[in-house]
């Protein structure tokens, strides 16, 4: 994936609200796809993953949209809470073994 | 439920000096394993995938290398580290049936000086 260097994009939101972090993919043959959260120090968690023959999955307070026409994928976060803040990244896997990560995006939680 | 681990957590090491991180997994068989670094504030590079024992792929021409000696045993080793070595390494496996999310450990700080 691209990278950003030290600047990641950074979505702030007050706790409560909702949050949107988006994804865009640049390889219309990737069929699976996985948002992770990273926390400061820590290896990246799995949060949800969707395969590209469907175009929406819910999981606990979260929600994955993938639209292929636009090749962007979306994580949403209802009810933000502080333990919510972290970088998330999208990943895509194109076929082969390993999977192609993007650059993350920063989210920070207002209390 | 399986595990994984990586360890150190923090390394720091002189230029010139050799490496070894290690990684196990637990509770699974088979797994695919991989190496990734990620350097500050950007997304994971991966390094080395491996399907099997004694089977490694590498994705980037580098001053690394990777072995697994068992099934669950990954290892990302160099003879002489470079000061562009440094970086956050991760290990992760996935179940190597169909499209499967990869589980990572917490990673390895390594510095070099």
């Known amino acids: 994936g691209e990278s950003v260097g030290l600047h990641l994009p950074t979505l702030s939101v007050q706790e409560g609200d909702n949050s949107i972090i988006n994804c865009a993919y640049s390889?219309?043959?990737?069929?699976?796809f996985i948002w992770y959260k990273q926390e400061s120090g820590k290896g990246p968690q799995f949060i949800i993953d969707i395969r590209s023959n469907m175009d929406k999955r819910q999981g606990q307070r979260v929600t994955v949209l993938l639209n292929k026409t636009v090749k962007h994928l979306s994580l949403q976060i209802a009810a933000t809470q502080p333990g919510d803040s972290a970088v998330y990244f999208c990943a895509e896997n194109t076929g082969r073994r390993a999977l192609t990560f993007g650059s993350g995006t920063r989210l920070q939680v207002q209390p | 439920s399986q595990t994984i681990h990586q360890w150190p957590a923090t390394l720091v090491q002189p230029v010139g000096s050799p490496l070894s991180l290690e990684c196990t997994v637990e509770g699974t068989s088979n797994p695919n394993l991989y190496w990734y670094r990620q350097a500050a504030g950007r997304g994971l590079q991966l390094l080395f995938y491996s399907v099997g024992i004694g089977q490694i792929s590498s994705e980037v021409p580098q001053n690394l290398s990777a072995s697994r000696p068992q099934d669950r045993q990954f290892i990302l080793s160099s003879k002489k580290l470079l000061l562009s070595d440094s970086g956050f390494y991760l290990c992760?496996?996935?179940?190597?049936?169909?499209?499967?999310?990869?589980?990572f450990g917490d990673g390895t700080r390594l510095s070099i000086l």
């Open positions: 992760a496996w996935s179940n190597g049936q169909g499209q499967q999310p990869q589980h």
């Open positions: 390889n219309s043959a990737s069929d699976y």
